[in-house]
């Protein structure tokens, strides 16, 4: 595995040093003279913040009036070293009461260093979690007078914590009443021809939860994507249901997920955090249920005129209805005059984006809804560039619909203290990337 650092530097905007912490000897002490000439002093901060100088690179961010800056001589994990840095600065603010700057640093440099040694070990990142660490290291940093003040909370048993695998969730909590609430939200993300074939597609979707739940439960998801169909009817010997079935892509869990369960059982398992979290994160390339269909005519009649005729067809169920609905169609920079006619929702001329904006605040399923505009150009004597005709793009919200399909089959909650449980389970579909080619 890649290190993610073999020395990191607190730096003020002057380039002075306020605190080190060297991890590995395959750095010199020196190093971060090399990163204040040659991009500190070159005015070059600004430009990317991965830099090789001399054999060494160095991973670069800025904090209020702090520059923090990792230096590393190997092959090393860029993104799990800007990660590093923003749960340090994370860590430090629970400390300080929210602040992190100059000021902050010097008056808590001790416990910056104490800090340090133990968030990382010879370069590799350990346990950043506020609450584990507040644990075992209980000295409170000097406080900014505009800082939040701390929050009294029960403090939980530190070694279960430091050491069990429940490090995201404190014991003793209790609900008077105990909710789940589990969100699935999708992003639809399309490219389509003039003619309405599919050039690309795919969906990118995540599950949020909201937990108010009393004590340390175990909970359990099950959703309708193949692989986890197929083995629970093989633990079960029997055949699997009839219905539609999914597969996830580029499948990523939170930490509080037991993933030798999931790869045993092909089940969602977890000791889930107090409040809210993302569950996962997944990605869908193919069953993709699209909820628009866009068919543009675009006609040029001339030099000075034009005709858009757009009709845009909701494929979801009528029952149900999207919400704030844009459809942002494009026209040539030379526009001067616009006339429309729209059979739902309103629309009209945006010259600063070069496009026609029809909004339709609620969108009912399975209608058509057509917009039909005459754009008017600027003659000019000399021969104008032929237009590119940038796609059309789309912006929606589609409650209670998923464009991948999935669905949650259940959601059991199990806590020893056996009390009732009130899951909510709610599924938004939006536009990502929506684009249709005129």
Not at 218 to 234: C, P
Not at 266 to 279: Q, R
Request: glycine share 6%; net charge positive; proline share 5%.
């Amino acid at each position: 595995m890649p290190v993610a650092a073999s020395a990191i530097y607190f730096l003020n905007l002057r380039g002075d040093v306020l605190i080190n912490r060297l991890y590995r000897d395959d750095v010199g002490g020196n190093m971060v003279d090399a990163f204040r000439t040659h991009i500190m002093q070159t005015k070059e901060l600004g430009t990317c913040p991965v830099r090789q100088i001399g054999g060494c690179s160095f991973f670069y961010m800025r904090i209020s009036n702090v520059y923090i800056v990792i230096v590393v001589s190997s092959n090393a994990n860029v993104a799990c070293a800007f990660k590093f840095v923003v749960e340090a600065v994370a860590l430090f603010k629970s400390y300080f009461g929210g602040a992190f700057d100059e000021d902050a640093i010097r008056n808590n440099f001790v416990l910056i260093y104490e800090l340090l040694d133990e968030i990382m070990d010879f370069g590799y990142p350990q346990n950043l979690s506020p609450e584990i660490l507040k644990l075992y290291i209980t000295q409170e940093g000097v406080r900014s007078p505009f800082s939040s003040k701390p929050s009294d909370k029960p403090v939980p048993n530190a070694t279960l914590q430091v050491t069990g695998a429940v490090g995201w969730r404190r014991e003793g909590l209790v609900y008077k009443k105990n909710e789940v609430f589990l969100d699935i939200v999708e992003s639809v993300n399309l490219l389509m021809s003039s003619k309405g074939s599919v050039l690309r597609c795919d969906v990118t979707g995540k599950i949020l939860m909201k937990c108010f739940l009393s004590g340390m439960p175990d909970l359990k998801l099950g959703l309708n994507d193949k692989i986890g169909l197929e083995k629970e009817s093989q633990l079960k010997s029997r055949p699997a249901k009839s219905g539609k079935t999914i597969e996830l892509d580029d499948v990523t869990f939170h930490q509080c997920v037991n993933l030798t369960r999931f790869n045993s059982e092909k089940t969602v398992s977890f000791v889930p955090p107090d409040g809210e979290f993302e569950l996962m994160k997944y990605r869908i390339t193919e069953g993709v249920n699209l909820p628009f269909r866009v068919l543009p005519t675009i006609k040029e009649l001339g030099r000075t005129h034009m005709e858009v005729n757009v009709k845009v067809k909701s494929v979801f169920g009528a029952k149900m209805f999207a919400l704030g609905v844009v459809i942002k169609i494009p026209v040539p920079k030379q526009t001067a005059k616009t006339s429309f006619q729209v059979t739902s929702g309103r629309a009209k001329y945006n010259a600063s984006i070069d496009c026609i904006v029809w909004k339709i605040r609620k969108f009912p399923g399975q209608t058509e809804p057509t917009m039909s505009a005459e754009v008017e150009l600027i003659s000019t004597m000399t021969e104008r560039k032929p237009w590119t005709r940038p796609p059309i793009q789309m912006e929606f919200q589609v409650p209670m619909f998923t464009a991948s399909g999935l669905r949650v089959r259940f959601l059991k909650v199990w806590e020893k203290s056996g009390y009732n449980t009130v899951e909510w389970v709610r599924y938004i579909t939006k536009a990502g990337s929506y684009e249709i080619r005129c």
